[in-house]
């Protein structure tokens, strides 16, 4: 790997490092931004985002494919990799990832968030087979049949929706009695016909043979339990930051989220967090572009002080 050092390196491409990277690359920085699946994050698997201000409909994947192109058009550099390990030596940084060693002056980390699993026995064995993370990517492929929605959020409530235009039916299986979800989009839902709810159940079973078939459902009030013949399950019970690679040099809460503050400064001289990985009242689109945008323009800051 060539021995370039970089002044930015932001680990994870989604609305945070995106927009961190446009603003870096626009103020003359040279940039590499890293991402270990797709560009774009969340929000690129979400059908429809009506609430970022400019736009009254965009889908998440055209959102996210304009800010990768303002961003490689601003000068960033983009690479597909996982990053392992941080190291600090002095006003250096090095990234280790799974292609090797990149160098810089100043990191950013918006590495995120990643699905909650359901942690049943079955579970490894029937994703692709009938359990998906990600209605948007695989709800086609379940055109016509039964399928069930796990969860109450605003992720199971968007999923659930979607679902509903494609798929026979639709049950949302929700440990609680009411949804966390945003009340227009719950209203929303409660037009459709062809949705139903198991409010107060968790799934304590996941059922098949080669495939998912069914999945059975617990009472937390009664502990009676029920079958729900289903052909998927979509997941949708939250989702955790993926920061265990950095504990060493940031700070962690209890929960695994980095500590900064809205100034998107860590305990480290030169390390930034930004978006849904640190600590926030408000994870939304708008908070995360924001925290990218701040980052990045302390990430600069920073820089002019080393005097390189």
Avoid at 2 to 30: F, P, V
Avoid at 152 to 178: M, P
Avoid at 223 to 247: D, R, V, Y
Wanted: hydrophobic share 40%.
């Amino acid at each position: 790997m060539e021995n370039k050092i970089y002044d930015i390196i932001i680990i994870g491409g989604g609305a945070a490092g995106l927009t961190a990277a446009i603003y870096s690359a626009r103020a003359g920085k040279t940039v590499l931004l890293l991402e270990n699946t797709s560009f774009g994050g969340q929000i690129s698997y979400s059908p429809e985002v009506e609430n970022y201000p400019g736009f009254k409909s965009i889908s998440g994947l055209d959102f996210s494919d304009r800010l990768l192109s303002q961003a490689a058009a601003a000068g960033a550099e983009t690479s597909f990799e996982t990053a392992l390990s941080l190291k600090i030596d002095g006003k250096l940084k090095t990234v280790t990832t799974d292609s090797g060693e990149h160098k810089c002056l100043a990191v950013i980390i918006a590495a995120g968030m990643k699905h909650r699993k359901i942690a049943l026995e079955n579970e490894e064995r029937f994703t692709g087979k009938g359990i998906s993370y990600c209605a948007v990517c695989d709800g086609a492929f379940f055109k016509n049949k039964d399928v069930a929605v796990y969860g109450g959020g605003n992720t199971a409530v968007e999923d659930a929706l979607f679902l509903s235009d494609l798929c026979k039916s639709v049950t949302v299986i929700h440990r609680r009695a009411s949804f966390r979800a945003a009340d227009a989009e719950v209203r929303k839902l409660k037009e459709k016909s062809n949705v139903f709810y198991k409010l107060n159940r968790i799934i304590t079973s996941l059922n098949g043979e080669g495939s998912l078939s069914s999945v059975t459902v617990e009472s937390t009030e009664t502990g009676e339990t029920e079958e729900i013949k289903i052909s998927a399950l979509f997941t949708a019970i939250g989702q955790i930051p993926q920061n265990e690679a950095f504990k060493d040099i940031v700070k962690l809460d209890k929960y695994g989220f980095i500590e900064a503050g809205e100034n998107c400064k860590t305990k480290t001289e030169g390390v930034f967090a930004a978006g849904d990985c640190r600590t926030k009242q408000l994870r939304q689109l708008t908070t995360a572009v924001s925290d990218g945008a701040v980052a990045a323009t302390a990430a600069c800051k920073y820089l002019d002080t080393l005097n390189i």
